[in-house]
């Protein structure tokens, strides 16, 4: 029996030890397979144990390569096993639910309210739905540079010579010198060593942060940021400390509490950095920025800041917080404005040192991978910071015009100013008990705030006043602000015409609110 | 240094080779030669006319456009052969090149008696990847090694390294890339340019200082070949119906429109320009948005959320990604356009449901984009509408690449493959490609966009669109669809969503693809003739279609590898090495005249396979095309480019059947 099947298996083994042999005839053949040889069997023979392991090595190595590139989790303790006629059933049974949920009633009465403009937008414009000439408290015509005439020449002149289009990204020919010379213009006008430009306002910031802020690193932010920044932060994967909205108070505290942290874990140093806004979209706040420089210095932090309400429309001649506080802008790290709001043109910038912008040229997502703003837009850019150093007298009204409008919203019954006296922006909630801002747990009832606020806004509009509710994305946000109503101050109507904009809202807030009661 | 080639500007061109003369057999080096050399040529036809072409031709606008400019490529100023009297151009040649030839023309639209060629990846012979891999092997070995030292020995380091308490900005390890691998081909890369990028652009010089680390402009400035601008249809021009357009809406709108969508910064011209967009696609509505890349950003979180699921092709665009990322959604990848890796991930994630919970997905998202910016690769539309009957996921097409590009009526992917486009969901693209403009837009059914228009992040917190950028889209988009007069009332909501039951398309009304009522124009807009009509655009498409086709089948013929379908106006040339990349560029730019060509490598692509990328436009005549084949054939010579396999033909072969190579190619 055992005769039998050793010899059954006999050609079985001659021919495994003939190919054996081939093979280590072939292998010996192989130039420099010798010396492999050689330390392997020297290897084995001093540590048998390290042969295994480097085998378990190879084998790893063979199945890591072969593995597919797309990540399946079959192998996980989650995976069930299903037949294929069992995945067709599962397959036909599954109904997937409608891909947005549809509007609700509210949602659709505000997207209906929304008011749509015939003809240019400016400072009286015509409502394309009534036809109506409305004088305009909402859009962003902070010094009155919509419809500028110098700034269309310049804009057609441009069109002229380089067409609309950049027809591709700032890497791939799409650097217009026009680009080049604005983003010059930018980092003169406000002193820093460079700038760099991006295509759109709102992009801007939430690209800047991932660009700098990694895994690992330190964030402390304003808990009130605007939603471009929270994305930002989001994308960044940083970790984040969240201080009390414009508390310097609470900022330091953080910024010990972290320090802190570090010493007792003896962390390596990290990047960090302060986040936070010059005058805040959300209720126009302004930040102390000597303070917060001084704070970031002592404990070296570096700050992000965004200027995109203040830039155009703070200081002198509109260089923003810095101007107005007179700090070298040096002194911020990255400094972000928004050109679609200061500038009346569209996109935005980040200024600060020539290390930090030559950084996002490669690693700015929405700069590196989105085509460059249009040619003419770029000089309309440049045309508005001329404008803006040769008229200092532009702001000096538009401050006028907001003492005016506040003035008479500060007499006004059942409504709460927020913000910094010379905020361009001037927001506006419903007086109640509870007065500020955030509010966590909600002690109001958003939508029905929402849907009074709205009533004013339509009130006025139909009286000849154009404004708007600060529109938020509910759900999305990281914190829920209390429902506000928005001013835009601008700089392009008289003081008389402003005082009297600001009294037809003020009638309309008694008025509505009179009829709630 | 890798590359053997200094790259200190200019760049000595009889160092490799000769450099060409100009082919062009009368000399032109002023207007005058050129004026006399059109008398000329219409003096035998034509003796009694008085008037010379050039009164009705807009090639008389170059006094600006053009000769301000140093003379020295006339090549790409004025045409080989002037033009007669008869044949009225109204473009301007160095932006939009002549071509009458009617041969040189072709229909793009996919052929349903073949199947749909799977994107074949063609790999180099053996010792190109040896060498690709010891390229890099070395560039590390000799980076690390100058880091180790540097930090020792000099003061380059200090921006990276920990310094008065403050951590680098950025880690040695993280720029390493930027510093050792990047730096090299610093000057081949984001070469500044001026005017308008057409068929042909203007480069502004640069040249290396400071031990090669800094580039600075010389200030002068040349004008070169264009094969690299991603404007498909010709529509970047300063001069034409669409620049007049923008003109008269800068004089009417201003700059911009100040303010976001939702808060006062909407305009009459959004709203008809998005049903314009609507129309233009066959969907029942669409929504804009001020930045292409922002469109995917910002709306795709308000498509998605915590039990949704997004599977997204492997090679999507960073924008698409960075949504998805932004919603929270889940996300699976499979393999570039491989449709068995779709299925067998579909089946497994329907099956399985929700990691942990195994409960069922809520929704399900497939992202792909219509033609991929870095392969040339169409999406399989066909296989994956199949699929989706099948498996009921939701559709998204990101067309940011093809709209225009491609299909008979220039309306993208579902018009090349005759798919109605409402059999797919969700219909994204870009205005900067195609249309000339900037921008970006989704289009789908009423209820899902005005839920966008609410719910995704632009339109409460981005810039609305700019009004000259509005115009400059409209208008091309209507010369495209060609304008008819209609008696239909221009609707009148003012609602910034459109309530339009006169404007939707209704599909038993309203043929697809539709033409662009009269009414749903500005009224100020006056589009010429030609514009109006269709036939400008219909030249357009079909000369695009040609030239993609031809360059694609030229450069297969001479031997080189490339990616991408046939009729992709997309053409990437494998280069593998990454040497080669500079190396490429600067021959390509010292060719007569110059050519300037995108190179890609990681993190684009994979680093194994570093390309330069072409992108065809219906700017280009066949002898620009002849041009870059004869450059690409010399270049490709010395440089040990033509890997690729079948059939070979020589330069002038490729060159004279044209027309045949690019037909042929359908058999």
């Excluded at chain 2, 052969?81 to 229909?107: K, L, M």
């Excluded at chain 2, 998005?274 to 469109?295: H, N």
């Excluded at chain 2, 697809?512 to 589009?527: C, K, S």
Aim: net charge neutral; with cysteine.
């Amino acid at each position: 029996m055992e005769n039998s099947a050793s010899a059954a298996l006999e050609p079985l083994l001659s021919f495994l030890t003939f190919s054996l042999s081939t093979l280590e005839s072939g292998f010996y053949k192989l130039p420099g397979s010798a010396v492999v040889a050689r330390y392997v069997k020297s290897s084995h023979q001093n540590d048998p144990g390290r042969t295994i392991l480097e085998l378990i090595l190879i084998i790893f190595a063979i199945r890591t390569l072969l593995q597919s590139r797309t990540r399946a989790d079959r192998s996980g303790k989650h995976f069930i096993k299903f037949s294929e006629k069992e995945i067709d059933e599962l397959v036909d049974e599954w109904t997937p639910e409608p891909l947005v949920q549809p509007l609700t009633e509210w949602e659709q009465k505000d997207l209906s309210s929304v008011p749509v403009i015939a003809g240019p937008n400016g400072p009286k414009p015509k409502l394309f739905s009534t036809g109506k000439t409305v004088t305009n408290l909402a859009s962003f015509n902070f010094a009155g540079l919509a419809g500028n005439e110098q700034v269309k020449d310049r804009a057609v002149d441009t069109l002229r010579k380089y067409g609309l289009g950049s027809c591709g990204p700032p890497g791939f020919y799409g650097t217009i010198d026009v680009h080049i010379d604005f983003e010059r213009d930018i980092a003169e006008f406000l002193g820093t060593e460079a700038a760099i430009l991006y295509s759109q306002g709102f992009s801007t910031i939430s690209s800047v942060i991932p660009a700098f802020c990694k895994r690992g690193d330190i964030i402390v932010a304003d808990r009130s940021v605007n939603f471009a920044i929270q994305k930002g932060i989001q994308i960044s994967r940083s970790t984040v400390r969240w201080y009390d909205h414009n508390d310097l108070k609470s900022l330091e505290d953080t910024l010990i509490s972290v320090e802190k942290e570090r010493k007792k874990r003896k962390g390596p140093l990290t990047r960090r950095f302060i986040i936070t806004e010059g005058i805040f979209e959300r209720d126009g706040e302004m930040v102390d920025l000597p303070k917060l420089i001084e704070l970031k210095l002592k404990y070296k932090y570096r700050i992000i800041l965004d200027e995109s309400i203040s830039f155009g429309t703070m200081g002198r001649t509109g260089r923003g917080l810095t101007e107005l506080y007179n700090v070298p802008a040096s002194q911020i790290d990255m400094l972000v404005g928004s050109v679609a709001n200061g500038l009346c043109s569209a996109g935005g910038f980040c200024a600060g040192s020539a290390i930090v912008v030559d950084h996002q040229r490669i690693n700015g997502t929405s700069f590196v991978f989105s085509a460059s703003m249009p040619a003419l837009l770029a000089t309309s850019g440049s045309e508005a910071i001329t404008y803006l150093r040769n008229n200092p007298s532009v702001l000096l009204t538009l401050q006028d015009n907001i003492r005016a409008v506040r003035a008479v919203l500060e007499k006004t019954e059942g409504i709460t100013l927020l913000g910094h006296r010379a905020s361009p922006i001037i927001h506006f909630c419903l007086r109640t008990q509870q007065q500020s801002l955030s509010v966590t747990p909600a002690t109001y009832d958003y939508e029905a705030e929402e849907r009074i606020l709205q009533d004013i806004v339509d009130d006025a509009i139909a009286n000849g006043v154009l404004i708007t509710r600060a529109k938020h994305l509910r759900g999305q946000e990281m914190i829920e602000s209390r429902p506000t109503i928005r001013i835009a101050v601008t700089a392009a109507l008289t003081k008389k015409e402003v005082e009297k904009a600001a009294g037809v809202v003020k009638t309309s807030v008694t008025r509505i609110l009179s009829k709630r009661r | 240094m890798l590359s053997p080639i200094p790259s200190n500007q200019p760049f000595p061109s009889s160092f490799v080779f000769k450099k060409k003369e100009p082919l062009q057999s009368p000399t032109m080096t002023t207007t005058t030669s050129y004026l006399h050399s059109v008398h000329h040529a219409d003096t035998p036809s034509v003796a009694s006319s008085p008037a010379l072409s050039l009164s009705s031709s807009v090639t008389a606008y170059s006094e600006d456009a053009i000769l301000n400019e140093d003379d020295e490529n006339n090549s790409l100023a004025y045409p080989r052969t002037p033009p007669t009297s008869e044949q009225v151009f109204t473009t301007v040649h160095a932006e939009f090149g002549h071509c009458t030839n009617e041969a040189y023309r072709c229909i793009s639209k996919h052929d349903y008696t073949r199947p749909v060629p799977e994107h074949i990846i063609e790999g180099p012979p053996y010792y190109i990847l040896l060498a690709t891999y010891m390229s890099y092997v070395v560039l590390y070995f000799f980076g690390y090694t100058r880091d180790f030292f540097g930090v020792i020995f000099t003061s380059h380091f200090t921006h990276l390294l920990p310094h008065n308490g403050y951590a680098p900005l950025k880690s040695r390890f993280d720029s390493f890339y930027s510093r050792r691998l990047r730096l090299r081909i610093h000057d081949c890369v984001s070469q500044p340019v001026a005017g308008v990028p057409g068929r042909s652009i203007i480069v502004l010089d640069r040249r290396f200082i400071d031990n090669d680390h800094t580039l600075i402009h010389t200030g002068g400035k040349t004008r070169s070949l264009n094969i690299s601008s991603y404007n498909y249809l010709g529509f970047a021009q300063a001069r034409g119906g669409c620049a007049d357009a923008v003109e008269e809406s800068i004089r009417r709108y201003g700059i911009s429109t100040c303010g976001t969508r939702l808060e006062g910064g909407s305009s009459e011209l959004h709203v008809t320009t998005e049903s314009l967009i609507a129309r233009f696609l066959g969907m029942e509505d669409a929504l804009i948005s001020s930045m292409g890349f922002a469109t995917n950003s910002t709306f795709i979180p308000a498509l998605v959320r915590k039990g949704s699921l997004v599977i997204s092709d492997e090679l999507n665009h960073n924008s698409i990604r960075l949504g998805v990322r932004h919603s929270g959604a889940e996300v699976r990848m499979f393999m570039h356009n491989d449709m068995s890796s779709l299925e067998s991930l579909l089946r497994e994630v329907i099956s399985q449901g929700q990691p942990k919970t195994h409960r069922p997905w809520k929704t399900i998202l497939l992202i792909v984009e219509g033609l991929y910016s870095m392969e040339g690769t169409l999406v399989n539309l066909p296989r994956i509408v199949e699929l989706k009957q099948k498996y009921k996921f939701y559709l998204y097409v990101d067309e940011a690449h093809s709209i225009g590009a491609l299909g008979p009526h220039g309306r993208g992917v579902t018009d090349y493959f005759n798919i109605h486009p409402r059999s797919i969901d969700l219909l994204m693209g870009t205005f900067t490609k195609s249309f000339g403009a900037a921008g970006g837009y989704i289009a789908g059914s009423k209820t899902i966009i005005d839920a966008l228009r609410l719910r995704g992040h632009s339109g409460p917190y981005a810039e609305a669109m700019a009004p000259p950028v509005l115009a400059q889209i409209v208008a091309s988009m209507a010369s495209i669809m060609g304008v008819a007069p209609t008696s239909q009332q221009i609707n009148s909501t003012p609602s910034i969503s459109q309530d339009n039951s006169s404007i939707m398309l209704k599909e038993s009304a309203v043929g697809f693809p539709a033409t662009a009522p009269a009414n749903m124009l500005p009224t100020w807009m006056n589009l010429p003739p030609a514009f109006a009509d269709g036939s400008e655009a219909r030249m357009r498409i079909s000369r695009l279609a040609f030239n993609s086709r031809y360059l694609h089948a030229g450069l297969k013929k001479l031997g080189f590898i490339t990616y991408g379908h046939p009729f992709s106006p997309i053409v990437p040339l494998l280069l593998f090495n990454p040497g080669k990349m500079c190396t490429f560029v600067r021959l390509m730019r010292a060719w007569s005249p110059p050519i300037v060509v995108v190179i890609a490598s990681y993190p684009a692509t994979s680093s194994m396979t570093s390309r330069a990328r072409f992108c065809t436009s219906a700017a280009h005549t066949k002898e620009d095309i002849d041009t870059v084949l004869r450059a690409c054939d010399e270049v490709g010579g010395i440089m040990d480019l033509k890997h690729g396999s079948g059939e070979r033909w020589g330069i002038d072969e490729v060159c004279e059947r044209a027309v045949e190579l690019v037909h042929s190619h359908f058999s």
